[in-house]
């Protein structure tokens, strides 16, 4: 098994920004891809970023590409995601996930291990 941990939880105004981390623990060795989920009220959790474990990839959604940046240290079994110009749409409850599936994968079905998320809050 594998257990994802989420930090960063913040309030921030538009225009501002936040960084979010997700340390990793377990069976580190059994996970090739890990990526950001979130997900607001009432809404569907969408995908946001994937970053491939080994290679380094990276994939991002329409909606962040060029505002947000994911990264990873294997060394430290973390990922982090660097979120700048945020938008009041942003805000959501984040998730960190890891896939046994090599690639960078964009859909909840292909991760295999959850963090419980932390919540990011935009104001207007």
């Known amino acids: 098994q594998v257990q994802l941990v989420e930090s960063g939880e913040g309030l921030v105004q538009a225009g501002g920004s936040l960084r979010l981390s997700c340390v990793a623990s377990g069976r580190t060795s059994i996970y090739y891809g890990m990526g950001w989920f979130r997900q607001a009220p009432g809404k569907e959790r969408e995908f946001v970023a994937a970053?491939?474990?080994?290679?380094?990839?990276?994939h991002y959604a329409d909606s962040v590409k060029g505002r947000f940046t994911i990264s990873r240290d294997n060394a430290k079994n973390t990922m982090w995601l660097q979120m700048n110009s945020l938008k009041p749409d942003d805000t959501a409850n984040y998730y960190c996930?890891?896939?046994?599936?090599?690639?960078?994968?964009?859909?909840?079905?292909?991760?295999?291990?959850w963090g419980q998320g932390t919540q990011v809050t935009v104001s207007s």
């Open positions: 996930a890891a896939s046994r599936t090599t690639g960078l994968r964009v859909f909840t079905y292909e991760y295999n291990f």
């Open positions: 970053v491939g474990w080994i290679s380094g990839n990276t």
